[in-house]
């Protein structure tokens, strides 16, 4: 079974191989695209926020909300609702790495704390009033899942944040480290997402249903172009695309948390959608 599934892969990306011969002036375009959209979009409200969450923590704001809620979940939704995804799992990752939560409480996170961040979603929408639209289903969806999910983790421990105060050029200097640490490795997936983008453009297929299982950005321009409806626009959100699996996924290396229940998750949630998108 592993051997046919790397001969595929194999056959899989020789022909991307040849392709990118084939179209190198579209693969170029492609690639300075993905750039520019990481530097002029996602680094801007990123790497600020990433920065200020850290000088937060490092200043006692976990711990404050550790005492108003006896939860650290409580903080680490926050960032997921406010900041977005991937820095859901960035911080789920780092909280369950320094003994502040445990893995069920890790992973139950997983589940439910998700967003795209909602300055995109304002952004990419055609008014306000979609928008608002669209964050509300995210959210509802978010409650659903806290809901369903909650019986299968059962120790869901969280630790008070006592961590020794630090000064602020050496947290600045550490959390520039691992905040463009997290950023490279979110340009290179864009990058490689936008590949397959191109792809999609040269043999013109502009469905909402693949577009969306690739990557957000994308489809939501494709659902608009076409003017597919909100059903479209909320399954697009919620399933997140493969870009922002492979974000996640990549992010929670090197630890023992498990990826697949931010799949279940993104599954239960936009699967509803799916199903009303296809009907109407």
Request: charged share 15%; with cysteine.
């Amino acid at each position: 079974m592993k051997k046919t599934r790397n001969n595929i892969f194999l056959l899989f990306f020789i022909l991307v191989f040849f392709l990118f011969f084939a179209f190198s002036r579209e693969i170029k375009s492609s690639v300075i695209a993905s750039c520019e959209l990481w530097f002029y979009n996602l680094v801007p409200s990123m790497l600020p926020m990433y920065l200020l969450l850290d000088l937060l923590i490092n200043y006692g704001l976990a711990e404050l909300l550790f005492k108003l809620f006896s939860t650290n979940s409580a903080f680490v939704l926050a960032i997921s609702l406010i900041s977005g995804t991937p820095g859901n799992a960035k911080y789920i990752k780092e909280f369950y790495n320094e003994g502040y939560i445990s893995k069920d409480l890790a992973e139950y996170l997983l589940t439910f704390a998700y967003s795209p961040n909602p300055l995109f979603i304002i952004a990419i929408s055609p008014d306000i009033n979609s928008a608002l639209c669209v964050l509300l289903i995210i959210y509802v969806a978010d409650l659903i899942n806290f809901i369903i999910f909650r019986p299968l983790f059962k120790q869901r421990r969280s630790t008070s944040i006592k961590r020794e105060s630090i000064s602020f050029s050496t947290l600045l200097e550490n959390s520039i480290s691992k905040s463009f640490k997290v950023l490279i490795l979110i340009l290179g997936i864009v990058v490689t997402y936008g590949i397959l983008n191109t792809f999609l453009s040269i043999y013109h297929i502009e469905s909402p249903f693949i577009s969306s299982v690739f990557e957000l950005t994308n489809a939501l321009s494709v659902i608009r172009n076409l003017n597919a409806g909100l059903w479209w626009t909320s399954f697009a959100c919620l399933f997140a695309g493969l870009s922002i699996h492979t974000q996640v996924k990549s992010i929670l290396e090197g630890s023992d948390l498990s990826y697949k229940y931010f799949l279940y998750g993104r599954l239960l949630s936009s699967i509803p959608f799916l199903i009303l998108a296809i009907i109407y």
